[in-house]
Structures are given as C-alpha cells and as structure tokens.
C-alpha cells in the first residue's frame, strides 16, 4: 500500500455544518477508499505464511495440527484444506467368496494432506502344492520386517507377477505359517516382498467428506450380491458396509456392470493411528472391479476401476 495524500475536509464549524460541508466530507472520504482499494499490494508470502499456519503446529481444540486461535475463515489469506483425487488403473479381482478384499490405488490425481500408503512385508517363503509340486501354498518360514495381510501382492525371485496373498491358512497371524495364493507356482525358498497400497493416511485430525465409485463387473452366469464397506485402522467402520445387486454376464465374452457410488464423513481423531481402507465381498467368483482402456469412434477417455475423492470439512469432532 502507498501513501495516501491529503484531501481537503470541510473547515471546522462553531455550530451545525452546512449541506455543502457535508459533501465536502464525503468527497474527501470517498477519495481516500479510492486510493486504498487501488493501491493496496498483497504481501505473497506473507499470506502463504497465513495460510500455511492454519495447518502448521499443534494446540488448539482440534487438538493437533492446527493453530486454535487461527482457525475459522480467513478469505484474505485463503485455506489450505487437506484434499485427494485417487484411482486405479488396473482390474481388482476377488480373491474369494470368503475373503475381504481391499481397494488399492495406484493412480493419485493429487494429494495435499491425505496420501495413499502401503502396508508392506519382507519374509522368507517357498511356493509348491505342500509336496514339492507347483501349487498355491505359501510357506513362510521366516518375517523380517512388517506384516502379512490378504490382498498384498507379492514380489521374488521366481515368483509370477501380479501374484496375490488370498488367506492365511495356520500359523501365527500375519506371520510365519502356511498362506495361500491365487497363481500355481513353483517357488525355492526365497526372500518376497509384500505390498498392498491401500491405507488412506490423513496429515491431521477432523472431518472429511469421502466420495468413491467402483465400477464393479460380474464374469459369472448368474446373480450376485457385492458388499463395499469402510475401515478405521483395520477394524470396520460401524454402519458403513452398503449392498449391490451384480447382473449376470451379457454374454461368455461380455460382462455386466455395476457402478457402486457412496459418500460419508470419515473421523480422524490421532492422525498417527488411524486410516482409511475400503473393503469389499461378493458371493460371486467372477465378481471383480473392472478397469476398462480408452475406447475409439469416438475417442473416449478410459474407465478407472476405483475413483475416490476426499477433502477436510471440520476441525471440530463430536
């Protein structure tokens, strides 16, 4: 903001001012909000600053990352408000009509403050039938680091791509014992990576407005049902799962499709505890979230098996 220069006021009056002064005066004021509004620069980092403050720290009765006496609306400065756009490019199969299965993501549009991370395992196991033939028993002998959970997909020497963790059979939970997976294989005894990107983590306490849509397909030949439900650092999210209908296949080559679409407020209490996972389960075999390539005549943008939208609404928790 520059100087504002003088302007001339009305001259000071021993009794009641006359109509012409007081259109002196408003002239006069008039001149100086003139010279306010056009002259006033924001100071960029300064509101950067502002802004950033709004998240930064800890205290205040949201009770950790955010600065209690600035919070509320500030529209000179702005809001940073955590926010994310995930999907995933790829098809989710069912690993079984007993099993849980999550949601993955690995296409993030954009993350500020919410962030798609991994559930991660390093442990020794061979692959056979249980008698030395190519089979789908994982026998883990051996867990360096991390957790074992359904769903990861695995890595290793001699191990086929895309191969999945589909239930644990015996042993110590998530630990060494015997697993089954959904490809027959041969696998030496070797060191495998586990991996299953679906933990939504939140940078900070609050609300936040979820929204996702899967687009669910049925390769079977007959109906089925498919369950989608919410958990909160693995334990499920109390009246949170919804029920679909699955068609039946069109066709042996062309499958039927459900578009699932749900919306909720999601707590987050210890943003260091606590995290989004979407599961989901079908009584059908050939139920599976289906991602479908870009298309031609006309060019067509592709289908994304999962969109999920999630963005901070409140500080405040009831």
Same mark, same amino acid.
């Given at each position: 903001?520059s +100087?504002?220069?003088?302007?001339?006021?009305?001259n000071?009056?021993?009794?009641?001012y006359?109509?012409?002064?007081f259109?002196?005066?408003?002239?006069?004021?008039e001149q100086?909000?003139?010279?306010?509004?056009?002259?006033y620069?924001?100071?960029?980092?300064?509101? !950067?600053?502002?802004?950033?403050?709004?998240?930064?720290?800890?205290?205040?009765?949201?009770?950790?990352?955010?600065?209690?006496?600035?919070?509320?609306? @500030?529209?000179?400065t702005?809001?940073?408000?955590?926010?994310?756009?995930?999907? /995933?490019?790829?098809?989710?199969a069912?690993?079984?009509?007993?099993?849980?299965?999550?949601?993955?993501?690995?296409?993030?549009?954009?993350e500020?403050? !919410?962030?798609? @991370? /991994?559930h991660e395992? %390093?442990?020794?196991?061979?692959?056979d039938?249980?008698?030395?033939?190519a089979?789908?028993?994982?026998?883990?002998?051996?867990?360096?680091?991390?957790?074992?959970?359904?769903g990861?997909?695995?890595?290793?020497?001699?191990?086929?791509?895309?191969?999945? !963790?589909?239930? @644990?059979?015996?042993?110590?939970?998530?630990?060494?014992?015997?697993?089954?997976?959904?490809?027959?294989?041969?696998?030496? /005894?070797?060191?495998?990576?586990?991996s299953?990107?679906s +933990?939504? @983590?939140?940078?900070y306490?609050g609300?936040?407005?979820?929204?996702?849509?899967?687009?669910?397909?049925n390769?079977?030949n007959? %109906?089925?049902?498919?369950? !989608?439900?919410t +958990?909160?650092?693995?334990?499920?999210?109390?009246?949170?799962n919804?029920?679909?209908?699955?068609?039946?296949? +069109?066709?042996?080559?062309?499958?039927?499709?459900?578009?699932p679409?749900?919306?909720?407020?999601?707590? %987050?209490?210890?943003?260091?505890?606590?995290?989004?996972?979407?599961?989901?389960w079908?009584d059908?075999?050939?139920?599976?979230?289906?991602?479908?390539?870009?298309?031609?005549?006309?060019?067509?943008?592709?289908?994304?098996?999962v969109?999920?939208?999630?963005?901070?609404?409140?500080?405040?928790m009831?």
């Amino acid at each position: 903001m520059s +100087k504002i220069f003088n302007v001339r006021l009305p001259n000071a009056a021993t009794q009641g001012y006359s109509p012409e002064q007081f259109d002196q005066l408003v002239r006069s004021l008039e001149q100086v909000i003139f010279q306010l509004n056009n002259t006033y620069t924001p100071i960029v980092s300064d509101n !950067i600053a502002a802004a950033g403050s709004w998240f930064s720290g800890g205290g205040g009765s949201a009770g950790g990352g955010f600065a209690g006496t600035t919070r509320g609306f @500030q529209p000179s400065t702005g809001i940073l408000l955590p926010y994310a756009m995930l999907m /995933s490019e790829e098809d989710q199969a069912n690993i079984g009509t007993t099993s849980e299965n999550f949601i993955t993501f690995d296409s993030p549009i954009f993350e500020y403050g !919410i962030e798609v @991370q /991994s559930h991660e395992a %390093v442990f020794t196991g061979e692959i056979d039938d249980g008698s030395g033939l190519a089979g789908t028993v994982l026998d883990v002998t051996v867990v360096t680091s991390g957790t074992i959970l359904t769903g990861m997909t695995i890595s290793g020497t001699g191990v086929t791509a895309g191969t999945r !963790i589909v239930a @644990q059979v015996s042993g110590t939970t998530g630990g060494v014992g015997i697993y089954t997976v959904d490809t027959s294989q041969l696998v030496a /005894s070797t060191t495998i990576n586990g991996s299953r990107a679906s +933990k939504i @983590q939140f940078d900070y306490p609050g609300q936040y407005l979820v929204n996702f849509r899967v687009q669910a397909s049925n390769q079977d030949n007959a %109906v089925g049902e498919l369950e !989608i439900w919410t +958990k909160n650092a693995g334990v499920n999210y109390p009246l949170s799962n919804t029920r679909f209908d699955l068609l039946a296949r +069109k066709s042996a080559s062309i499958w039927s499709h459900t578009v699932p679409a749900i919306s909720g407020i999601f707590t %987050v209490n210890d943003a260091t505890t606590e995290y989004l996972e979407i599961a989901w389960w079908s009584d059908r075999a050939g139920a599976f979230l289906e991602y479908y390539p870009a298309g031609t005549s006309p060019t067509r943008p592709a289908i994304a098996s999962v969109i999920m939208t999630l963005a901070f609404i409140s500080a405040e928790m009831y």
